[in-house]
């Protein structure tokens, strides 16, 4: 079958750095992407890695390791605005697939 | 502007009614999905298209039936509404596998 672990919650301050772990089995791997999504609002993308490393988009990174089937999401410099829910997720490698998403961590930020 | 636009946003109808819920995008993408959210906001995927042709089915009842008149368009038909469908659909879009996904602001269905 196909998991994807992530914490279910998280909380943090304004200023602080939060980092939100996922960790996947899936029968193939083509990939992991993170979105977050707002109450009511729809899942946006914020970053894909292919390849192990980090990658940095202004205030969020996001990191791979394909050996370790793990990746996380670094949030820094946190505002209120990044209360939300945020997504791990993966498309298995196999043609005509879509990605699979985690069960999302809830992250609230405090003042 | 909108880039994946659905209709309607909010759809309260009683159980056993059959309703429709249409998908658009304008930036071009081969591939559209349907996804459904859960009460507890897990997102399965339900159908995907590939220029217009059918190329995922999860294990969905046959009352959803996916339908796409062309490449922009994904329309989801739901007949016999029971109350376990209740939750909120989003439609997106992909350019590829290496890209995000663009999703739709969702329908929130309420089945009573």
């Known amino acids: 079958g196909q998991s994807l672990e992530q914490p279910s919650e998280v909380t943090a301050v304004e200023g602080a750095i939060v980092q939100i772990n996922c960790t996947y089995q899936?029968?193939?791997?083509?990939?992991l992407s993170w979105y977050q999504q707002h109450d009511g609002g729809a899942p946006t993308f914020l970053s894909y890695?292919?390849?192990?490393g980090l990658e940095e988009t202004g205030r969020f990174s996001s990191f791979l390791s394909r050996s370790d089937s793990y990746g996380y999401l670094l949030l820094q410099e946190l505002q209120m605005k990044d209360s939300a829910s945020y997504f791990c997720?993966?498309?298995?490698?196999?043609?005509?697939?879509?990605?699979?998403f985690g069960k999302g961590t809830t992250l609230s930020v405090s003042s | 502007d909108t880039a994946v636009s659905q209709t309607p946003k909010y759809l309260v109808t009683q159980m056993g009614n059959d309703k429709s819920i249409k998908c658009e995008q304008n930036?071009?993408?081969?591939?559209m999905y349907w996804y459904k959210q859960d009460s507890k906001k897990f997102l399965k995927i339900m159908f995907s298209?590939?220029?217009?042709?059918?190329?995922i089915n999860e294990t969905v009842p046959n009352r959803f039936s996916p339908k796409s008149p062309d490449k922009a368009h994904l329309n989801l038909h739901i007949n016999s509404l029971e109350l376990g469908d209740s939750a909120v659909y989003f439609c997106?879009?992909?350019?590829?596998?290496?890209?995000?996904?663009?999703f739709g602001s969702g329908t929130r269905l309420t089945v009573v």
């Open positions: 997720a993966v498309r298995p490698n196999q043609a005509g697939t879509a990605l699979i």
């Open positions: 890695n292919g390849l192990d």
């Open positions: 997106a879009s992909s350019q590829g596998p290496s890209y995000g996904y663009t």
């Open positions: 899936t029968s193939g791997f083509y990939g």
């Open positions: 298209y590939n220029n217009k042709e059918l190329i």
């Open positions: 930036l071009g993408h081969d591939t």
